[in-house]
């Protein structure tokens, strides 16, 4: 089949367009996917730069999200037929130790994700469990339905379950452009919550407004964080989402305010950042971690992206042949939302 793979580690020239690679085959519990659409995301540019505790066998196939029909079904696989329009919740956990028994799959101790541990969905074909797909709507495209997986469920999980967000309280998403923060602000929004954000590009920020940001930043012009303290009349905003890391861990910090929750799923600019604490303790903090989401959380997400109600921001689609030009693309951060790989 056709794929781009990652033969060896390194920046998005490693990633190689080949024609032979071997078709999966599926499990007794999983299908095989006829992929039309895999997006991409910042974990695919880490895995194909190389993570050091993961080992993988190599050449590799990236790709968590992915659009596409039921092609070939496991021995076991009930409920689903050839030709089903589907997408894929990326976590695949173990289903039987004590966080799966709770219901709390992405705590599972053998926590995966598609396209990090096991072979993704920058392919013609991809096997995944059958109980990890839904049914699309029938006027959903694919290139839509494969922008919304990962970043939505993370977003859902971080500022719904973790935040734990209220009508009415401010929330400020930095970095409006990246997938997660155009699923967090709608999120926040659709929540009754005042949705703040952050960006260099005047551009960027024009379109946070257009899908629901109330106040934006642009940090070029002023500090973020004093803004933002002055926005609020000196109390600072009831929840940050940091995805940012090093760079703005310490400005996210002092802008929450009494009693605030930061909210990280991620570390893009470097995972260790100082921590003053006595902000922590004196303004009362809370600062929580946040990865991917269970079943439970996909499918609520889902079925607002479903209803139209959170729509995924597609920036722009490359084919698959293009895997190295998406990555690319990606990498300088231009985007506004996601960036799509059609596959052929
Ligand atoms: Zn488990």
Not at 46 to 51: D, L, S, T
Not at 135 to 140: F, G, K, N, S, T
Not at 193 to 217: F, H, N, P, Q, W
Not at 314 to 328: G, I, N, S
Request: charged share 20%; with cysteine; proline share 7%.
């Amino acid at each position: 089949m056709k794929a781009a793979v990652v033969p060896r580690y390194g920046g998005p020239e490693v990633l190689e367009f080949v024609e032979d690679q071997p078709e999966p085959v599926p499990g007794p519990d999983e299908v095989v996917l006829h992929v039309h659409a895999a997006s991409v995301n910042h974990l695919d540019l880490a895995v194909r730069q190389g993570i050091p505790t993961l080992k993988l066998s190599l050449p590799h196939i990236l790709g968590a999200d992915v659009s596409g029909e039921v092609a070939r079904l496991g021995s076991d696989v009930t409920g689903l037929e050839p030709g089903d329009r589907v997408v894929a919740n990326p976590g695949l956990s173990c289903g039987h130790c004590e966080f799966c028994a709770a219901g709390e799959d992405s705590l599972c101790p053998e926590y995966r994700i598609l396209g990090e541990h096991v072979p993704g969905t920058y392919a013609e074909y991809v096997a995944v469990p059958a109980r990890n797909l839904l049914p699309i709507p029938v006027d959903m495209d694919w290139k839509t339905a494969a922008a919304a997986p990962l970043v939505f469920m993370t977003a859902w999980r971080l500022l719904v379950t973790r935040a734990a967000i209220r009508p009415g309280e401010d929330v400020l998403i930095l970095g409006a452009g990246s997938g997660v923060s155009t699923a967090a602000i709608q999120i926040a929004k659709l929540a009754g919550c005042t949705v703040y954000t952050t960006s260099s590009s005047e551009a960027k920020l024009k379109r946070a407004k257009e899908i629901g940001a109330d106040v934006v930043i642009n940090y070029r012009e002023i500090s973020w964080s004093k803004a933002v303290w002055e926005l609020t009349g000196k109390r600072g905003v009831d929840v940050v989402l940091d995805h940012v890391g090093e760079a703005t861990f310490k400005d996210s910090v002092r802008s929450l305010c009494k009693g605030g929750r930061l909210v990280v799923p991620g570390a893009t600019t470097g995972p260790l950042p100082q921590l003053d604490l006595r902000y922590l303790f004196w303004r009362q903090l809370s600062i929580l971690g946040s990865t991917m989401a269970n079943r439970r959380e996909f499918e609520e997400v889902m079925k607002l992206v479903f209803m139209g109600r959170l729509k995924p921001v597609v920036d722009r689609v490359f084919p698959l042949q293009e895997a190295r030009e998406a990555h690319a693309y990606l990498e300088k951060a231009e985007q506004f939302g996601k960036v799509v790989l059609s596959v052929p």
